[in-house]
T-cell receptor, first 113, second 114 residues
């Protein structure tokens, strides 16, 4: 059973461009969480999705950020018009149920030039 | 979610036991104590969790104080591969605002010396 997959592992964007981060949960997991880790800081929850639905987006910035988890395909975290402050490691985690152990992917490291 | 307090850093020698403490004095009766760790340049990984009784698994043991206001993660024989940031997290599966999200603090950075 493959683990949580994230791609790309590294992404470089210039200010003002769009960044798309993909997360394929473990097989059978319908719950996906996105977290962000700024340089030298701890992990912060961003958004929780359960197949086609956003359940909790309380940690996601109101502007420029969006997330989806379509019926088919990976979950996508989209950042429009990136700024230098968006440079961070973005991790997704999946779980088979809401309060089960979360399995994390290797992360996408976004660098904004 | 209730807050946890951990030391910023700890050191250990290889093949010796390590006791990582966590204080959670405002823990509620339905909060579970979870531990995750993050190895360098990797995503976090689950270690162990418990409610009231001490717990053991292949990775570690979790000792929970009788009043549940503190707990200790025990690595029985530290290896170099155990060098990581260890996070103690409280989760209430029955809370009205529960969405399963993990709230990470700063954690304890464990250094293991050969």
């Amino acid at each position: 059973n493959a683990g949580v997959m994230q791609n790309p592992r590294h992404l470089v964007r210039r200010r003002g461009q769009e960044a798309r981060l993909r997360c394929s949960p473990m097989k059978g997991h319908s719950h996906v969480y996105w977290y962000r880790q700024l340089p030298e800081e701890g992990l912060k929850f961003m958004v929780y999705l359960q197949k086609e639905n956003i359940i909790d987006e309380s940690g996601m910035p109101k502007e420029r950020f969006s997330a989806e988890f379509p019926k088919e395909g990976p979950s996508i975290l989209r950042i429009q018009q990136v700024v230098r402050g968006d440079s961070a490691a973005y991790f997704c985690a999946s779980s088979p149920a809401i309060n089960n152990e979360q399995f994390f992917g290797p992360g996408t490291r976004l660098t904004v030039l | 979610d209730a807050k946890t307090t951990q030391p910023n850093s700890m050191e250990s020698n290889e093949e010796e036991p390590v006791h990582l403490p966590c204080n959670h004095s405002t823990i509620s009766g339905t909060d579970y104590i979870h531990w995750y760790r993050q190895l360098p340049s990797q995503g976090p990984e689950y270690v162990i969790h418990g409610l009231t009784s001490n717990v053991n698994n292949r990775m570690a043991s979790l000792a929970i104080a009788e009043d549940r206001k503190s707990s200790t993660l025990i690595l029985h024989r530290a290896t170099l591969r155990d060098a990581a940031v260890y996070y103690c997290i409280l989760r209430d599966p029955h809370g009205s605002s529960n969405t399963g999200k993990l709230i990470f603090g700063q954690g304890t950075t464990l250094q293991v010396k050969p």
